[in-house]
Each structure stands twice: as C-alpha cells, then as structure tokens.
C-alpha cells in the first residue's frame, strides 16, 4: 500500500512504539505491529491491534499507573 502521508513511500510489515495518553497515564506499548512507510515511518494499525492497545491503555488508568510501559503481547 501507499503511505498516506508522504505519498511515495510503500508500507510493509514492522515493529512501532506506541504512546498514548488518558487523562494524568502515560502509557508507552512496545514492539506493536503494523504496516510500517520504508520512507517517512508512519505506521497503520490494524483493527484488532487498536483495539488491544486501546485495552492496554484503560488497563493502566484503571491501575491509576501515571507512567507505564508494556510490551505488546496478543
């Protein structure tokens, strides 16, 4: 697929670190995959990846966590 963003790049399977913040959490999700651009880097998650981190991410709001970081597991 073509990136979206920078328009030239080609998007393909790799590894991201995601951040996501809720409220007064920090939560930093490592090693999530996702189709990666091989030119600016931006990356595209899939449905069901989204929805783990979101998981994730409520997860350590609820442990009222104000840093966390994980390593995405499936």
């Excluded at 939560?27 to 783990?52: N, T």
């Excluded at 350590?60 to 966590?65: D, E, G, I, L, P």
Aim: proline share 3%; hydrophobic share 40%; aromatic share 6%.
């Amino acid at each position: 697929m073509n990136c979206t963003i920078c328009k030239t790049g080609q998007t393909g399977p790799g590894k991201v670190t995601v951040t996501l913040q809720r409220g007064e959490s920090v939560v930093v999700i490592k090693d999530v995959p996702a189709d990666v651009c091989d030119d600016c880097g931006e990356y595209y998650l899939s449905e069901a990846v989204a929805e783990r981190i979101y998981a994730l991410a409520d997860e350590a709001v609820a442990r009222h966590a104000e840093v966390e970081v994980v390593r995405y597991a499936a």
